[in-house]
């Protein structure tokens, strides 16, 4: 069982950062994959970035790609995602959540994730 808390959400401008933060309570065993997703209304939640814990291999959603940055402390069972250049289009709830059996097909579909957190709101003015 894993317990996730995002942290780290706001509201900002165009073409500023911002930096979430998702602690993990529970054991984050090696093999895990850790994903961001985010949720805008009325649109599917969608694929941002993943990473798997033991390799540190990141996955990127094209969208975000060059301006989004993944990346995890072991020491502190936390996953960061480093957000720049920020746009209105990046308005949404962002989630993360632990997939147990990640492959490499398989990371960016939510449906394979087995935990989630309660998501935190980002929003981006013009």
């Known amino acids: 069982q894993v317990q996730l808390v995002e942290s780290g959400g706001g509201l900002v401008q165009a073409g500023t950062s911002l930096t979430l933060s998702c602690t993990a309570s529970?054991?984050?065993?090696?093999?895990?994959?850790i994903g961001w997703f985010r949720q805008a209304p009325t649109k599917e939640r969608e694929f941002v970035a993943a990473?798997?814990?033991?390799?540190?291999?990141?996955y990127y959603a094209d969208s975000v790609k060059d301006r989004f940055t993944i990346s995890r402390d072991a020491a502190k069972n936390t996953i960061y995602l480093q957000m720049n250049s920020l746009k209105p289009e990046d308005t949404a709830v962002y989630y993360c959540?632990?997939?147990?059996?990640?492959?490499?097909?398989?990371?960016?579909?939510?449906?394979?994730?087995?935990?989630w957190g309660q998501g935190t709101q980002v929003t981006i003015s013009s």
């Open positions: 529970g054991t984050i065993y090696a093999n895990d994959a």
């Open positions: 959540a632990v997939d147990r059996s990640p492959s490499r097909a398989t990371m960016k579909i939510s449906d394979n994730y087995d935990y």
């Open positions: 990473i798997r814990w033991r390799l540190n291999d990141k």
